[in-house]
């Protein structure tokens, strides 16, 4: 991986890691999602135009189809993440979601789309998957099994977690293609399929105004921090990945985790910060060994 890919990821992981952290701090569902899509339809109108009125008249069905699989993908994501905070801790289900997303989707990679990792790539995705156990928690998962409330609060966590992983890779894995492949600009990708994201979203704010409208006076400074920096973070992971295979940027994206295990330890209280430290480190590692590889 090249410096300025390197570069755009850890930024992108900067980015990711505070808009999540303001998620969770929302607690919301659906509606939330429907209100970050707006905001991001908003403020980024204008890069929206300016870039497709240059490319979308060359786009045929293949794009739009592969777009709309991306924008379902990432609305389930969204919906599936957002509920897993409501029920549990941010320190087990984020990093579960961000270690199996990435190693479901690298291993998609180098298996069927012919990409090559070394064995120093190999150790770095094991250096990030080791950090991610860690911050969630390490053998305090297991001995979590002692505290009921504590033990049905972390399965929660653990199965939220796992299936959003699932749906990071499947989205990963799509817009990975159609940027490296179909050539397809990354901003386009975010912000059209917003509008995909939108339609889904939206009847659920639609069925009950008066409650919508109630949510967003709680909501909205959240969702206009999330609608306005999020696209920015994907984005910047999009561009990495036209010129980085995407074995080692889906990983490396992890990084968000040592952002993650210093800010929400801070924040939000959640867990033990010395071992969160101690994942991020071999996260940190596991991220140059990537670079190098």
């Known amino acids: 991986m090249s410096f300025q ?20 701090k929302a607690g919301g569902d659906a509606r939330f999602a429907a209100f970050t899509g707006l905001v991001m339809m908003v403020v980024w109108a204008p890069v929206g135009i300016w870039v497709g009125a240059d490319e979308l008249p060359r786009w045929g069905r293949t794009e739009w189809v592969m777009l709309c699989a991306s924008a379902l993908l990432h609305t389930v994501y969204y919906v599936t993440l957002l509920r897993g ?17 990435p190693l479901l989707s690298s291993l998609v990679a180098v298996f069927f789309l012919g990409e090559h990792i070394s064995v120093l ?17 390490g053998p305090a998962l297991w001995r979590a099994s ?5 033990r049905e609060r972390v399965r929660k966590g653990l199965r939220y977690g796992l299936l959003t992983g699932v749906f990071i ?31 889904f979203v939206m009847p659920t704010v639609l069925r009950d105004l008066p409650t919508a409208a109630a949510l967003w006076n709680r909501q909205w400074k959240y969702a206009l921090l999330v609608g306005i920096i999020s696209p920015v973070g994907y984005v910047l992971v999009l561009f990495a990945m036209q010129t980085a ?17 210093l800010l929400g330890g801070h924040l939000l209280g959640e867990g033990d910060r010395k071992l969160r430290l101690l994942g991020a480190l071999c996260i940190a590692v596991g991220v140059m060994a990537l670079a190098l590889g």
């Open 5 to 24: 890919s390197l570069a755009l990821v850890l930024l992108a992981g900067l980015i990711h890691a505070s808009w999540n952290i303001a998620a969770k």
């Open 85 to 101: 905070y409501r029920k549990a801790d941010l320190t087990v289900v984020y990093p579960l979601a961000r270690g199996s997303g």
């Open 121 to 137: 790539g190999l150790a770095g995705i094991a250096g990030v998957v080791g950090g991610v156990f860690l911050i969630a928690g």
């Open 146 to 150: 002692h505290d009921p409330s504590r």
């Open 169 to 199: 890779a499947g989205y990963t894995i799509v817009d990975g293609y159609v940027v490296k492949l179909l050539l397809m600009s990354p901003i386009l990708i975010d912000y059209i399929g917003n509008f995909g994201r939108l339609a």
């Open 245 to 261: 295979p995407l074995s080692h940027v889906a990983p490396a994206r992890e990084v968000s985790m040592l952002f993650a295990a």
